[in-house]
């Protein structure tokens, strides 16, 4: 977990909103993908 840490304190502003959106971005699918079969049956 460190060396995440590392990691990311070494990445540029740019790249740590680029990967947060790409994070929420993929979430958010994965949350769309569990409630669509629940929507398709209403």
Known sequence: QLD???YMS???EQN???LVR????MY???QFRRMAPANSLS
């Open 4 to 6: 995440i840490l590392n």
């Open 10 to 12: 070494g990445m540029s």
């Open 16 to 18: 740590r909103a680029d």
């Open 22 to 25: 790409v994070g929420r971005a």
């Open 28 to 30: 958010d699918a994965n």
